[in-house]
């Protein structure tokens, strides 16, 4: 299933860096966003994850995010998650970069951590910037607002709306880094997170897909590995670090 160079060049790197979507929690019961399967009430995601559409609807923006805030609640990281908490022990260098919201990676253990869409445990008013835990917005049966009066988002990056430049910033430099790039249960589709494993690429990093399925990304990769990240990812734990 590994090739030996990829074992080889694992076994010896000092700087590995992961990007990881929505795909690696889905093995948790976190549902993906594209697809037949990711579709919440056949929304694509681009529908509801804006500004525009969250201030013509919020209550409707606001259902989607109660929803995904209650799953998340519930659930537990997965094999794909506790693994790579294991590979930051053993790499010098180990940074995962994520595009999911729902902490998973932290609570398996990991430690460095990017976050680049934001984090779903956190809320702000639009208006005065408050910021407001999920205990004290859950309860309300609509879109949640603050006592001045302004409408409560999740503080999450919706398209159109620029990244955190600390997490961004730290991202490509890990990416520039990497001796192994890592492209984990994401479709690839979603800029500026889609570059990362090509400026890895173009900085000598070999890059190395795993996923479902072949994506934007397969045909650049330097090796792609069809199937889940919660059976591949302890897999290849065994196999290099043996
Ligand atoms: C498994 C598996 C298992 C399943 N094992 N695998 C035209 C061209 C290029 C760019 C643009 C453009 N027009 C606009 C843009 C920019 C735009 C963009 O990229 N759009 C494209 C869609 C075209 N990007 C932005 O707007 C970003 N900001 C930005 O660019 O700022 C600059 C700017 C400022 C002002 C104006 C214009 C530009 C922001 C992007 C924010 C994305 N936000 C979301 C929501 C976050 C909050 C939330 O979670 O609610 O982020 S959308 C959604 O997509 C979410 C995800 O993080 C992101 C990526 O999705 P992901 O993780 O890849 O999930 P899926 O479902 O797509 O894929 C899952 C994969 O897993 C699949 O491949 C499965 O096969 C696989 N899988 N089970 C392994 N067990
Ligand atoms: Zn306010």
């Not at 910021?131 to 503080?155: H, M, Q, V, Y």
């Not at 430049?165 to 520039?176: D, L, T």
Request: proline fraction near 4%; charged fraction near 20%; glycine fraction near 6%.
């Amino acid at each position: 299933m590994f090739s030996q160079q990829f074992i080889t060049k694992l076994n010896r790197a000092q700087t590995v860096t992961v990007l990881t979507g929505a795909g690696i929690s889905a093995e948790s019961g976190v549902p993906t966003f594209r697809g037949t399967d990711g579709l919440w009430k056949k929304f694509r995601p681009e529908e509801l994850a804006n500004f525009d559409a969250f201030i013509k609807n919020p209550d409707l923006v606001w259902e989607w995010y109660k929803y995904r805030k209650q799953i998340i609640s519930e659930i537990k990281p997965n094999a794909g998650h506790f693994a790579l908490a294991k590979m930051e022990k053993i790499h010098k260098s180990f940074s995962i970069v994520t595009q999911n919201i729902d902490n998973l990676h932290r609570r398996a253990g990991s430690k460095t951590v990017y976050e680049l869409h934001g984090n779903i445990e956190q809320n702000y008013c639009i208006v005065c910037y408050n910021k407001f835990s999920n205990e004290e917005i859950i309860r309300s049966e609509k879109a949640p607002r603050c006592s001045c009066g302004g409408l409560i988002r999740p503080d999450v990056v919706w398209f159109g709306e620029m990244l955190p430049e600390s997490q961004w910033s730290a991202s490509v430099m890990a990416s520039e880094s990497a001796e192994i790039f890592f492209s984990i249960g994401t479709s690839a589709v979603v800029y500026p997170a889609a570059s990362l494993p090509m400026i890895a690429k173009r900085t000598g990093a070999y890059v190395v897909e795993i996923n479902l399925e072949r994506t934007e990304l397969s045909h650049q990769a330097d090796e792609v590995l069809i199937g889940k990240s919660g059976e591949i990812l302890p897999k290849l734990i065994d196999v290099c670090y043996h």
